[in-house]
C-alpha cells in the first residue's frame, strides 16, 4: 500500500469528521435501525462523503459501510479486497454530546485489515497504521508520532472497558486483578490507547460488528499488539456473519491474557 494513498485516506476520515460535527452538540433526529441500534443524520453524512471519496480514489475496490445496503452486505462475500467503514462508531457516545466518537475506514484483504485510519472528530487526532508501513497518530498540525505497544506489568495492568457494553465478565476480572487500573472509552479508542502504550488490554464479550473493530485492529496490530478470539485466533473479517466473537485486545502479545479471564 502506497504511503500517499493512506494519507489521502486520513483526509477522508478527517472530511467526514467534519460532517459529523456540523451535528455535534445540537438537537438530532434519531432512526432505528433493524438491531435497535441508534442512525442519525451525521451517520449518514458521513457515510456518504466516505463512499463517495473512496470510489473515486480507488474506483476498483469496492466499499462497504455500516450503511450500506443490504444487498451489498451479502455481495461483499465475494470481494477478495474492499473498504470497510464504519461512518460514525460510537453513535451513543455521539448523542450523549462527547467526543469518544471516530471515523473508521479500513482496507481488507483477504480476512485481515492491512490499512486502518480512526479520526477523532471533536479532537481532530487521527491514528493510522498498514501493513509494512508503521502506525501513528497525529495531533491537528502536528507531526506523525510513532505507536508502539508496551510491555505488560501484571501488577499495574490498565484495562479498557467500553462506557456501555463492559459486562460482567469484565466486572468479574477486574475483581481478580485488584490492583489494576480502569479506562472506560467509548467506540474504538479502546483499541488506539492500547496502541498509543498508554494501556494494556480490552477484553470484549458484548456483540460487536466488522467495521467497529477494523480500522482499529490494523493500528494496534502494526503498533505491536494483537486482537484474537477466546481461541486465540486472529480476528478475522469477511467472515460468513458480520458479526464479530468475543475477543481480546491487547498490547503484548507474550502474555497469556486468556488464562486471566477465568
Not at 194 to 208: H, K, L, M, S, V
Amino acid at each position: 500500500m502506497d504511503e500517499a494513498l493512506v494519507r489521502r485516506v486520513c483526509e477522508v476520515a478527517h472530511e467526514a469528521g467534519r460532517a459529523t460535527l456540523a451535528f455535534h452538540g445540537g438537537a438530532v433526529s434519531v432512526e432505528r435501525k433493524a438491531d435497535d441500534s441508534p442512525l442519525t443524520a451525521a451517520d449518514k453524512a458521513a457515510h456518504t462523503l466516505i463512499v463517495e471519496a473512496l470510489r473515486k480514489l480507488t474506483p476498483e475496490l469496492p466499499v462497504l459501510s455500516e450503511e450500506s445496503r443490504e444487498e451489498e452486505k451479502a455481495e461483499r462475500r465475494q470481494w477478495s479486497t474492499f473498504w470497510l467503514v464504519d461512518p460514525l462508531d460510537g453513535t451513543k457516545e455521539f448523542l450523549k454530546g462527547s467526543g469518544e466518537f471516530t471515523v473508521n475506514i479500513a482496507l481488507i484483504s483477504g480476512a485481515e485489515p492491512v490499512v486502518g485510519v480512526v479520526h477523532v472528530p471533536v479532537s481532530g487526532v487521527t491514528y493510522w497504521g498498514w501493513r509494512d508501513g508503521g502506525a501513528f497518530m497525529a495531533h491537528p498540525g502536528g507531526e506523525p508520532v510513532p505507536l508502539h505497544t508496551r510491555a505488560a506489568d501484571l501488577e499495574r495492568l490498565v484495562v479498557v472497558a467500553s462506557k456501555d457494553h463492559a459486562g460482567p465478565r469484565v466486572e468479574a476480572l477486574l475483581r481478580r486483578l485488584p490492583t489494576a487500573s480502569t479506562a472506560s472509552l467509548g467506540s474504538s479508542l479502546k483499541f488506539c490507547l492500547i496502541a498509543e502504550g498508554r494501556a494494556d488490554f480490552y477484553p470484549r464479550f458484548q456483540p460487536t460488528c466488522e467495521w467497529d473493530t477494523a480500522a482499529a485492529q490494523c493500528v494496534l496490530e502494526v503498533a505491536g499488539g494483537a486482537v484474537t478470539d477466546l481461541e486465540g485466533r486472529r480476528l478475522a473479517y469477511n467472515k460468513n456473519q458480520l458479526t464479530n466473537p468475543s475477543f481480546l485486545a491487547f498490547g503484548d502479545p507474550r502474555q497469556d491474557w486468556l488464562a486471566l479471564l477465568d
